[in-house]
């Protein structure tokens, strides 16, 4: 069993990042769907590769460079999986006025205005985020909001459905997700907060889902469901909320 587990996180790690994994470790379909459980440690690792990065530079250079370095590393690790998503969500509901349209910008692989303004904006917010906090909590923070904001888009995958009706890779990651999957992933994503030792430090994640509801809002809309991009959007979003909801929360705690 603890070989079936360690099979399940390994391969949800191989589809979002580019750490690599042992030769055993396939693109195994079934095992994919059932990775979702896994998304939000994923996160915590990716996060953990931020905030060592970080704290490395951080010896070395100022906190501004430090942190460049760190969102550097994360985009580094994860080839970039959910900025790519997002810049083609702006892309798409940008540019496009029907579902096919929609999803055929979402699917081409040139970057377009909207993308590019997109990833310009939230990457400067992000950093600027950090950048307000104090260096002793940026570490647990960059955690903690790659394991949050990916448990936040894996419910995405569960409250929506999936609407490509193409062989995307993100197929099989995008269906079967059942609610212990949920919150296995939401205990997964939430258990760096608890190193907060403030209890309220937890009601971020009413800002979050909230940005989340919004997003799928448009989505079901516009495509009727949701796809990989969209999921990564959601991802990206609510890391970005996170940090500033942690920003205004910390003022009154």
């Known amino acids: 069993m603890l070989k079936r587990e360690l099979h399940t996180f390994l391969t949800a790690m191989m589809f979002f990042t580019r750490i690599p994994c042992p030769k055993w470790v396939d693109h195994n379909p079934e095992i994919l769907s059932k990775s979702a459980k896994y998304f939000s440690l994923v996160g915590v690792l990716i996060g953990a590769i931020g905030a060592l990065v970080f704290l490395a530079s951080s010896y070395m250079f100022s906190k501004e460079i430090s942190i460049l370095f760190s969102m550097l590393a994360t985009i580094y690790a994860t080839g970039a999986f959910h900025e790519d998503g997002f810049a083609d969500v702006c892309d798409g509901f940008g540019g496009g006025w029907t579902k096919d ?25 992000k950093f600027s985020a950090l950048n307000n906090m104090e260096n002793i909590y940026l570490p647990l923070l960059i955690i903690a909001g790659h394991s949050t904001s990916r448990f936040i888009a894996t419910t995405l995958i569960f409250t929506h459905p999936y609407v490509r009706d193409t062989n995307s890779k993100s197929k099989p990651a995008a269906t079967k997700i059942t609610k212990s999957m949920v919150l296995v992933s939401g205990f997964l994503g939430c258990m760096p907060l608890v190193f907060f030792f403030k209890w309220q430090v937890f009601l971020v994640l009413i800002p979050m889902y909230l940005s989340k509801m919004y997003l799928a809002e448009k989505f079901n809309k516009w495509i009727g469901g949701q796809t990989g991009d969209c999921a990564g959007a959601v991802q990206q979003l609510s890391e970005v909320v996170f940090y500033l909801s942690f920003i205004v929360l910390w003022k009154f705690i």
């Open 101 to 125: 349209k929609i999803l055929a910008i979402m699917k081409d692989s040139t970057l377009g205005t909207y993308g590019v303004i997109g990833l310009i904006l939230i990457l400067a917010i």
